[in-house]
């Protein structure tokens, strides 16, 4: 552990890493161009507001990876319920037509995954740049389905 790695607060010292993962509802294919870039804005304020530091983050075209450090006042659901939550408000209030595809204000899936990082920062930050090269990969990969009734 490194000296700059620990945190403290009156009576903690802490180190309270998180990779968490979440996704639009019914996992749609929303992180694209501008809207990719304004959501990022959303979490990094949001995080900023509740003093969380935003260690790495990506944005697929179905779900986001982040990399956080928590301090331990906040538990895990109590974080993601304001993130998910405030974040819903916001980008339902700057692209209004949201309403119409996200009903309710919905536009998270419920749930997220998270792990906690310990010792192996460097390789989950790692693993969270590439995430988005490596799912554009995965596409290249994949075998075009060919009709065999079509008219060829």
Not at 19 to 28: G, S, T
Not at 29 to 34: D, I, K, S
Not at 52 to 62: F, H, I, Q, R, T
Request: proline residues 3%; charged residues 25%.
């Amino acid at each position: 552990m490194q000296k700059n790695d620990i945190h403290s607060l009156s009576h903690t010292k802490w180190e309270c890493k998180y990779h968490i993962v979440f996704a639009p509802k019914y996992r749609r294919n929303v992180f694209f161009g501008q809207m990719r870039y304004e959501i990022g804005k959303i979490i990094r304020e949001l995080c900023r507001w509740k003093g969380v530091n935003l260690l790495e983050a990506e944005a697929c075209p179905d779900h986001i990876h982040i990399l956080v450090e928590i301090p331990p006042k906040f538990s895990i659901s109590n974080f993601m319920g304001f993130l998910k939550g405030k974040s819903s408000l916001m980008i339902h209030e700057k692209w209004g037509n949201m309403k119409y595809k996200y009903r309710n204000r919905q536009f998270w899936c419920r749930g997220y995954y998270v792990s906690t990082v310990g010792k192996n920062e460097k390789k989950i930050a790692e693993y969270i740049k590439q995430q988005l090269s490596e799912d554009h990969m995965a596409e290249q990969l994949t075998l075009e389905v060919i009709d065999p009734f079509g008219n060829k």
